[in-house]
């Protein structure tokens, strides 16, 4: 059975309030392995507070700021609002 093709966008572009699933982590290692350590790894649920330049988002309870650079490299599916 084919896998569905998910539609992915970069955290930045999320319209601030909505949740996405982070399904893929771009950069250099060293740049995954951080923001896995700050609770961006796959599969995690992170909802975009607000922001332009600097990224406002929560991620497992926790709000964190990302630099619009950064958010550019963490991809996610956008939820709708009855899947969170």
């Known amino acids: ?5 998910l539609h992915l966008s970069p955290l ?10 982070v399904c893929e982590l771009t950069g250099d290692d060293s740049f995954c ?14 909802t975009k507070v607000s922001g332009n330049t600097t990224i406002l988002c929560q991620v497992n309870g926790t709000r964190l700021a990302l630099s619009h650079g ?3 490299n ?11």
């Open 74 to 84: 963490i991809l996610v599916e956008p939820l709708p609002e009855s899947a969170r």
């Open 12 to 21: 930045c572009q999320l319209p601030a309030g909505t949740t996405g699933r």
């Open 33 to 46: 392995q951080r923001v896995r350590e700050m609770g961006f790894g796959e599969a995690a649920l992170v």
């Open 1 to 5: 059975m084919p896998t569905p093709h």
């Open 70 to 72: 950064a958010a550019m």
